[in-house]
């Protein structure tokens, strides 16, 4: 379903990407691991153009992300559902209408848009706090909301950048439920950054390590943690076994 | 960033930016309206309306209720129905309008108008302001008959009289106005005088000079054309003043006591400096120490290397007898006295005057005694005369009989020579001895030159001195001794210090004014002729290189009080509105326009950096906010018809990039947007006008943006 090549990207002279090559089947749950700083978050925001790439190809469905423009780069991202580590809920609107606006917005009949916003909601437990704002729910709740509005536009592929990085560890725990929930319950690609390895262990078809903007090491969780090739692995294995 | 406009946004742009300058407009100009609105009822209620007054008097505050009491009597005796106003008082003078019944606005009237108010108690003057009229400054007097007498027949006048230098027309509705105004300049066009200026002190015979001025441009203007009308009395009491002062400063200067000043070598005088000295006190001035009362200062004037002259300004050495060698010291403004930089002499003048007084009184008092003294010199001398006339006589008729004696004793032959000798020696001898007794000191042949003294003629002028001193005593020399002490006494009056703060005064009012010299007018009626060119032609004919040539009108028209008080008014509207126009910009664009500012420049941290290393440094946001910075600034001030004085609409475009540009790249600071907002509309697939409408606009803060969008955000 997505095939990655090439990738470049740097920040002056800072490299972000140094030739990602990645591919991910229909329906895999791929997560991505490695230190702060190895590329992982600049390689999922490419795959939505969130970030641009200097360089490299990003093929999803057969279609070349790089050169979509205007409305088919936005119908591109409508089925790309995107959860980001701050949440970035729209701090104005209700639980509810973050989680239909987009899809109103996108031309979605109002009442099916409500229906697929009742459905997401209740996916995650959030449909009872459907009229707060935002800034009234925990980290936890708001990033359960931001689940909640990537998954009602029925996405084909869903990006997960760090989704438990900015919260506390008590509340890790119920974002992680949901999310293990989803990859069980959905038949939906995923690409997941996180340091969770045994979230990682739990769900991921596949882990792939990355290192200085490149992928070192890449197989099933047991390949990876329990015959690590690479540096980083073997960290893992250590904290695995620790 | 044309991207984010594609997506749909521009329309909203476009939709803003006009609703934005139609706003400023109205808000400036609406505003500034209000204001001009607000000042022009004011003046309204103040002044009345058109043609509701026709005087402001002036009077004394203190006066103001008797005189009051005094315009409602005229009033009610002479001008049933005419109105007072009493207005403003400033600075201690009260001005109250006065307007006459329509029937009383004639001329007969307003030439009389110091007769009708001039008993008014504490009247300072007054200042007509009738309408409708045109007022025309500055009427040559020479015209003026002639100028009246022709505005009198032009359709639409009802009448005109002079007003001081002035001359006010008249008309009999405000309609006529233009018309008449343009018929007043035509005429006023006929006239021009052309005027010739001498420099100060430049004495020249101004009849003599006015025919060679006509001589020259004969070929020109027709001479039935030009007179000249130099004795004019135009302007002449303030030449005169003028004058006066110079001379009066001229007389101070040759009072004041002399100061002659050397500086010391290495030192430079400088004029304007204070230099201190001991004067005729027991203080003595030293380096460093502060300035005391009892010194004298000199302020420096005329420098001439390393010379100077002075003026004392503080303190007096009019009891100085003698010329002073003093040691001079600068001051300093703090007040401290500085270092010795030169050498003072100072004299005082006017105890040489007064010694000159002194000593004419002396002179005056003996005077009387003289003349008497005289008188009886003279009668004695008179007497002296006569007996020697009398002496005269008998020694002629002596010294024929002698001779007769002689000659006799010669021819008688019984006389022995030596006897005849003995006799001739006597005689001779007795001769000799009688005219020494009567004249002594005369030669032999004296007798023969006392005859030959004309004593009539010396009788004559003792005759002559005898009445001279008569006359002299005819003198009322005790009314002159009377007034010589009178100067004597008043003469310590005047010290250095007040003839220093005089000449500093007169010098301070002379400084702005152009001291007049000689003048001459010429009367050109019909006539075109170049002035510069003149002036060439002129400086040769009376070879004096300084007279200059100028070619002014006879009189000018100036619109009305009011007009240009609404025209002032009109002014103050238009620069408010600049003003305000340039307020609203920086405030729509910190309020609307810093939001997009802001997005545009998020969005653009969010692409890849340019290849071109100009065009990374380039912020086409920044560029973009200079451009809607300008536009809107020189739209809004055109709209709102502002014009600030001096500002052009060049300028004022300038003004708006440059505040387009400061809040551009300030934008973040006034008007931050929430990126990861903007991030998940991106990631959700809105379109940039949707991001815009439905995520950065409703947050941002209340604008007119804000205002227009909420007709387009749905949620």
């Known amino acids: 379903m997505l ?104 031309g979605v009949e109002r009442d099916l848009a409500e229906e697929r916003a009742e459905q997401a909601l209740r996916k995650v437990g959030m449909l009872k706090h459907r009229h707060k704002k935002p800034t009234n729910l925990s980290g936890g709740e708001q990033q359960r909301v931001g689940i909640a509005r990537a998954l009602a536009s029925n996405p084909d592929l869903m990006l997960w950048d760090e989704p438990t990085a900015s919260l506390d560890p008590i509340l890790v725990g119920e ?20 340091h969770e390895v045994s979230f990682a262990l739990k769900v991921a078809d596949r882990i792939v390590l990355m290192d200085q903007g490149q992928i070192v090491e890449a197989g099933s969780p047991q390949a990876v943690f329990n015959a690590p090739k690479s540096e980083i692995g073997r960290k893992y294995q250590k904290l695995i076994a620790g | 960033m044309l991207q984010f406009f594609r997506d749909g946004f521009l329309k909203d742009y476009i939709v803003l930016m006009l609703v934005t300058i139609v706003v400023g407009a109205i808000f400036s100009s609406g505003l500034a309206w209000a204001v001009d609105s607000h000042f022009g009822d004011s003046i309204n209620q103040m002044i009345g309306d058109q043609g509701e007054y026709d005087l402001i008097l002036h009077i004394r505050e203190e006066a103001k209720e008797v005189a009051l009491r005094e315009l409602e009597r005229i009033a009610e005796e002479q001008f049933p129905g005419a109105k007072i106003n009493e207005t403003l008082t400033v600075a201690g003078q009260s001005n109250i309008f006065f307007g006459f019944p329509p029937a009383a606005k004639t001329e007969e009237v307003f030439v009389n108008l110091p007769g009708i108010f001039n008993g008014v108690p504490g009247l300072n003057g007054y200042t007509v302001i009738v309408e409708p009229s045109i007022l025309i400054r500055g009427v040559h007097p020479s015209v003026r008959q002639q100028l009246q007498e022709r505005f009198q027949e032009i359709t639409g006048v009802k009448f005109s009289f002079k007003d001081g230098l002035n001359m006010l027309v008249v ?31 430049f004495q020249v015979d101004t009849g003599q000079v006015a025919n060679e001025v006509m001589d020259l441009i004969k070929d020109q203007v027709n001479p039935d054309q030009m007179l000249n009308v130099s004795s004019a009395e135009y302007g002449e009491e303030l030449d005169a003043f003028l004058k006066t002062l110079v001379e009066m400063r001229n007389f101070l200067l040759s009072y004041a006591s002399k100061v002659r000043i050397k500086a010391k070598p290495g030192f430079h005088l400088v004029e304007g400096e204070q230099i201190v000295v001991q004067g005729t006190g027991e203080v003595v001035p030293s380096q460093d120490s502060e300035f005391e009362e009892g010194l004298v200062v000199v302020e420096v004037i005329n420098v001439q290397g390393d010379q100077a002259e002075g003026m004392i300004i503080k303190g007096s050495i009019s009891d100085a007898t003698e010329v002073l060698e003093q040691k001079g010291y600068r001051l300093l403004s703090n007040g401290t006295i500085s ?54 006589m008998q020694l002629e008729v002596l010294q024929i009989q002698l001779h007769k004696l002689s000659e006799g004793l010669t021819q008688n032959g019984t006389q022995s020579a030596s006897e005849q000798l003995i006799v001739s020696l006597l005689v001779n001898g007795l001769v000799k001895n009688l005219v020494q007794a009567g004249a002594e000191n005369l030669p032999d042949n004296s007798l023969q030159s006392l005859e030959d003294l004309d004593v009539e003629a010396m009788r004559s002028s003792l005759s002559n001195i005898a009445s001279q001193i008569t006359n002299v005593q005819d003198i009322d020399v005790q009314a002159i001794i009377d007034q010589i002490s009178y100067v004597r006494d008043s003469l310590p009056l005047l010290e250095d210090e007040d003839i220093g703060k005089s000449i500093r005064l007169i010098n301070t009012y002379l400084a702005g004014q152009v001291i007049p010299g ?82 545009l420049k998020f969005l653009r941290s969010t692409r890849n950096a340019a290849k071109n290393k100009i065009l990374r440094l380039v912020n086409p946001a920044i560029i973009f906010s200079s451009l809607i910075g300008m536009i809107l600034l020189s739209n809004i001030y055109l709209l709102a018809k502002a014009e600030i004085p001096f500002v052009t609409i060049e300028i004022v475009a300038i003004a708006g990039l440059i505040i387009g540009a400061l809040i551009g790249g300030l934008s973040e600071r006034f008007s931050p947007v929430n990126s990861q907002e903007i991030m998940a509309g991106q990631a959700l697939g809105l379109s940039n006008v949707q991001i815009m409408r439905e995520i950065v606009i409703p947050a941002s803060r209340p604008g007119l943006l804000n205002l227009l969008n909420r007709a387009k955000q749905r949620f």
């Open chain 1, 3 to 106: 095939q990655i090549r090439d990738l470049y990207k740097s920040y002056g002279k800072q490299v972000a990407l140094n030739g990602v090559n990645l591919d991910v089947k229909r329906g895999e749950t791929l997560v991505i691991m490695g230190p702060s700083g190895c590329g992982k978050s600049t390689t999922i925001r490419c795959i939505n153009r969130l970030t641009e790439p200097d360089q490299g190809s990003i093929v999803v469905d057969g279609k070349a992300v790089l050169e979509l423009q205007g409305e088919a780069l936005r119908a591109y991202r409508r089925n790309v559902g995107f959860v980001f580590q701050q949440f970035n809920l729209i701090n104005r609107l209700t639980v509810f209408d973050n989680v239909i606006f987009h899809l109103v917005l996108a």
């Open chain 1, 175 to 194: 974002v992680l439920e949901v999310m293990e929930e989803l990859v069980r319950t959905t038949q939906t690609t995923m690409v997941i950054v996180t």
């Open chain 2, 171 to 201: 008309l009999d509705s405000m309609d006529n106005s233009k018309a008449v105004s343009e018929e007043i300049q035509a005429i006023l066009d006929e006239y021009q005088i052309l005027e010739l200026r001498f420099p100060m002190g």
């Open chain 2, 339 to 392: 270092e010795y930089l030169a050498d003072v002499e100072l004299e005082n003048e006017r105890y040489y005057l007064q010694y000159a007084v002194e000593e004419s009184l002396r002179l005056l008092r003996e005077l009387d005694e003289l003349a008497v003294e005289a008188s009886l010199a003279v009668e004695n001398a008179d007497a002296i005369l006569n007996s020697f006339q009398e002496a005269l």
């Open chain 2, 518 to 599: 000689e003048r001459v007018q010429i009367l050109i009626q019909n006539g075109i002729i170049d002035d510069k060119q003149f002036e060439a032609e002129i400086r040769d004919s009376l070879d004096n290189d300084y007279v200059n040539t100028y070619l002014t009108t006879v009189g000018m028209i100036n619109p009305d009080a009011r007009a240009e008080l609404f025209k002032l008014l009109k002014e103050i509207r238009a620069t408010i509105a600049g003003m305000l126009a340039v307020v609203f910009v920086i405030a729509i664009l910190i309020l609307d326009q810093a939001t997009i500012f802001s997005t």
